[in-house]
């Protein structure tokens, strides 16, 4: 019980650790993101249309992170939601054009 509880100590420090670091890349590179809006915008670039809860599902996320990170990337102008038409409930995510242009700096910190 103690070594697992220690490989998930670990584990978390680890993952804070690199959070931090891309989160000093991003700042570096003056990319406008927080290194959490991430998963969300690379997503929306690689599947465009791609609905919030679909994000969730892949990413691991919860839907209300994802709808709140969606939510905050358009208010900076970086996506756009609109409603699902044959679901009104579910919000489509595309990326802006000055969503499209930051993304190649997104990828080359990422990478």
Not at 7 to 22: D, E, G, W
Not at 61 to 87: F, I, N
Not at 98 to 103: A, W
């Amino acid at each position: 019980m103690a070594e697992q509880f220690y490989a998930n100590r670990y584990a978390s420090i680890l993952y804070r650790y690199s959070q931090r670091f891309l989160t000093d890349l991003l700042r570096q590179e003056k990319i406008p993101l927080e290194s959490a809006q991430i998963p969300v915008l690379l997503r929306c670039a690689q599947h465009p249309g791609i609905t919030q809860e679909e994000i969730a599902s892949v990413t691991g996320l919860d839907k209300a992170t994802v709808a709140r990170t969606a939510a905050t990337l358009e208010s900076r102008g970086l996506m756009h939601r609109s409603p699902d038409p044959e679901d009104r409930r579910a919000n489509r995510l595309t990326l802006t054009s000055q969503g499209e242009q930051l993304l190649p700096d997104v990828e080359a910190v990422v990478d």
